[in-house]
Each structure stands twice: as structure tokens, then as C-alpha cells.
């Protein structure tokens, strides 16, 4: 009945390592009534996620309650889905844009955080850096969305607060194991997270909605001179580019891939350099001799910052945030490395077990940023080239909101470590355990932040 479920209980990403350990780079299991297959070796995953038969996707019944198959991320692979990705690629997150966005709203939520742990530190008080750039993150990503109307700094507060706590219900409760999933029979049976899932999908559509009506009937706007996301797909949704039920779940989108996982990968970066002292320091020496005391990083310094970018890449594949990805679902039979993958299968791509292969990396549980940095005759690292390096997916689904993704977290990092300094409080390593969830988050911390200039 219950097949593998019951050895997924906890810590869903590491055992299902330990099951493709067990059963090699390609295996198929049995969640209840479900077959799934768990692919764990980049060659296979590149292949099986570049076939059409792998791109559609399998769907939690909370999260079919929640997206009802229309976004971006959870839509079956046909022409709604090609629609709005060719969009988001193309015209919504291009660098025109994202340039747009990252000038009026990213830049100062960046530096009004760095300061404020600025300020703290001299205070004697500790920051917390998944609460503060959690918090940081989203008001960036909801800036950045819907813009702001300064006279209505109160509503815009007030609605970004309570889509900030709809947000965060989707990544708590989004991988729960939710067994009527896997065992048709439960489904008969009272679910108060389903109950839960139809409330909080009424109001994140209340919200959004709300909120995307708010800009179309912005005072003065101008759709020839957008000046945040939303405005962009207004204007495209005049021009026939997309259809107006798309922005909804856009918008949606964005909040969700953007908020949550940016976040991770900055608190992540934090707590492992606070715990190396050594590396920290090699990271504000190049910093101090590339960018100087009186200028600010910026997204055009990735290359002129090597080490910076080396330990920012490092630990996107040490404590890897999306350890399984989004799950795909084959739509008929198909082979994948020879073996079958049948119709209806769940597809897994184990990109934390690829993350920490041997066959792949040296000492792969260990954290080493030397890994990505250039070659000595300047080209790439291996490691960047090879495909055993996945954070935001691959195939025909990979994330398309990579570019806003790295620019959000550059700038939080590269500012904060610029200007500030990071350790523990008594001196001595923090827990680098893992939070499951569908982001992987590290444990609670707390952190001195001490002022470098």
C-alpha cells in the first residue's frame, strides 16, 4: 500500500538519497499507487528532462488547489505553458527590464537592509539573517512586481504582509506528504490541509487580483514607460503578447520563485562563511581591492570578483535549496538511459545526490569555493561547465527566472559582506543542518554584524 512513503517520513531529500544509493542512477520506486521514478546522474536527468514525453508536470493536490494548473511553474507542457515561458524569457525578465526594476526597487531594499544590520551590530544587537532577508527579499520581489504608490505606503504594507504569510504557508506546506496523494482511498477521508489549501488559494487570488486591478488603474500611468513588472505585462497584455488571466498567475510566479529561495541562498552563504572566518576574510580582500571603500558592488562585477562568485556558487551545490526540483510527469511510455519510464510516473530529478557525488566532485561534502574558480589560462571553471552543476534546473522546465534570481542575491551578498563583517557569537561553527522543505532552508541563526567601513 504505502510502497517507499514510509522511508520518506523526515528529511525527504536525503532519503531519497540513500534509496538511489541503494538502487542506482536511475530507479523507479512505488509511492503508494504512484510509480516514481528518481533519476541521479546529470547525464540521464539532461536527457530525460529535454524529452517533450517528461515535461509536464506531476501535481500535489494541494498545490492543483492552489495554482489550478495555469502558472508558469505547475502548467502542462502545451501552448499555455510555451505562451507564458517565451514571455517571461523574451520580454518580462529581460535585462532591459530587469535593469528597470533593479535601478527603482532592488537596489535601495538592498541597502536599507545592510544598514539596518549595520546599525544593529553597533547597537550590540545580533541580526538574524534568515528573518531579515527573508524579509528584505520579499519586500524587494513585491517592489519590484507591483511598484509602489507612495501616498498608499499603509495598504502596500498591509497587502504585502499578508501575501508574505500566504507565500510562506505554499513553502511550509507545499512538500508535506500529503498521503491521499499516493493512496486514492484517503482522498475520501476529512484533510484539514486540503480545507486549509482552498482558503489560503480564495485569498492569494483576493490579493493578486486586488493588486494587479490597483496598477491597471494606477493615477497617471503610462504603459510606454513601465515602471515595475506588472506594468510590463499590461502592456503586453495590450498588445496581445499575453492574455489578461495570465498576470494573476505571473505575478504569482514571480512572488514565489523569487521570495522564498533567494533568501535561502544568501542566509546559506551567510552561515557558511561565518563559520570560515578564513574565507570570509579572502572574500572582503577582494572586495576592499576590486570595488574600494567609496564605491558599491554591482551586478557587472561577477567576473572582476571571482572568489566572491566561487563561494556564492559553492554553496548553492553544498547546501543545495531545491534538492528534487519540481517533479515532472511522464505523459506516455518513454526511455530514458535504456530503461522505462512509464506513462502517468512521477519523475524526480535528484539534484541534491548530483550535487554531492564523489564521481563528480572532490570531497563533495566538504565546502571548497576554489572549485569554481577560472582555470589558470582564464577560462571557466570545469565545474561550471560540466553539467553537474544544476541549482536552477535543466531541460525544457529549467527556471526562467534565473536572471532575477541572481541578480537579488548578488546584490544582497556582495553588499552586505562589503560592508559588513559576519561571525558567530561565541566564536565558535553554528549547526549547518537542513531544514526540509520546497526550499531547503538552514536551521535558525543568529550572527554579530560588525561595521567594515
Request: hydrophobic share 40%.
Amino acid at each position: 500500500m504505502f510502497g517507499s512513503l514510509l522511508e520518506l517520513r523526515r528529511d525527504t531529500h536525503l532519503a531519497i538519497d540513500r534509496l538511489a544509493k541503494r538502487y542506482g542512477d536511475i530507479c523507479l520506486l512505488r509511492f503508494g499507487n504512484v510509480p516514481t521514478v528518481v533519476i541521479s546522474h546529470p547525464d540521464l536527468l539532461q536527457e530525460a528532462f529535454g524529452r517533450p514525453e517528461l515535461a509536464d508536470r506531476w501535481v500535489s493536490e494541494i498545490m492543483d488547489i492552489l495554482s489550478s494548473g495555469k502558472d508558469l511553474v505547475l502548467a502542462p507542457y502545451g501552448d499555455r505553458w510555451r505562451q507564458m515561458q517565451r514571455f517571461a524569457n523574451r520580454e518580462l525578465l529581460s535585462g532591459r527590464n530587469l535593469d528597470n526594476v533593479r535601478e527603482r526597487h532592488i537596489e535601495g531594499v538592498v541597502n536599507g537592509l545592510v544598514e539596518e544590520m549595520g546599525a544593529m551590530g553597533e547597537a550590540g544587537e545580533l541580526v538574524s539573517p534568515p528573518v531579515m532577508v527573508a524579509r528584505s527579499n520579499s519586500e524587494m520581489m513585491f517592489r519590484a512586481v507591483f511598484g509602489r504608490d507612495e501616498d498608499g505606503a499603509g495598504e502596500f504594507a498591509r497587502q504585502r504582509d499578508a501575501l508574505v504569510e500566504h507565500v510562506n504557508w505554499i513553502f511550509a506546506n507545499a512538500n508535506a506528504t500529503n498521503l491521499a496523494d499516493y493512496i486514492p482511498w484517503m482522498r475520501f477521508l476529512p484533510n484539514s490541509a486540503i480545507r486549509e489549501a482552498v482558503r489560503q488559494s480564495e485569498t492569494g487570488t483576493a490579493i493578486i487580483s486586488s493588486l494587479v486591478e490597483g496598477a491597471r488603474n494606477r493615477p497617471g500611468l503610462d504603459l510606454s514607460a513601465p515602471t515595475c513588472l506588472v506594468e510590463v505585462m499590461l502592456a503586453q497584455e495590450e498588445t496581445g503578447e499575453i492574455e489578461g488571466d495570465m498576470i494573476n498567475d505571473l505575478c504569482m510566479d514571480l512572488l514565489l520563485a523569487g521570495t522564498d529561495t533567494s533568501a535561502q541562498t544568501v542566509s546559506w552563504t551567510l552561515l557558511l562563511l561565518a563559520n570560515r572566518p578564513e574565507v570570509q576574510a579572502r572574500v572582503h580582500r577582494e572586495l576592499d581591492e576590486v570595488i574600494g571603500p567609496d564605491a558599491l558592488p554591482t551586478v557587472d562585477d561577477r567576473t572582476r570578483l571571482p572568489y566572491t562568485f566561487a563561494c556564492l556558487a559553492e554553496s548553492m551545490r553544498y547546501r543545495t535549496i531545491g534538492p528534487l526540483a519540481v517533479p515532472h510527469q511522464a505523459t506516455e511510455d518513454t526511455e530514458v538511459g535504456g530503461y522505462l519510464v512509464p506513462a502517468g510516473a512521477q519523475v524526480l530529478g535528484n539534484i541534491y545526490s548530483i550535487h554531492h557525488d564523489p564521481r563528480f566532485w572532490d570531497t563533495p561534502d566538504d565546502f571548497v569555493p576554489e572549485r569554481f574558480l577560472p582555470q589558470a589560462d582564464g577560462a571557466p571553471a570545469a565545474a561550471l561547465t560540466g553539467n553537474a552543476f544544476i541549482p536552477f534546473g535543466t531541460g525544457h522546465r529549467r527556471c526562467p527566472g534565473r536572471r532575477f534570481a541572481e541578480t537579488a542575491v548578488w546584490l544582497h551578498l556582495t553588499r552586505m559582506l562589503h560592508r559588513l563583517r559576519f561571525a558567530t557569537a561565541d566564536g565558535r561553527p553554528l549547526s549547518e543542518g537542513e531544514v526540509f522543505g520546497l526550499a531547503i532552508s538552514p536551521e535558525p541563526y543568529v550572527l554579530l554584524a560588525e561595521r567594515r567601513r
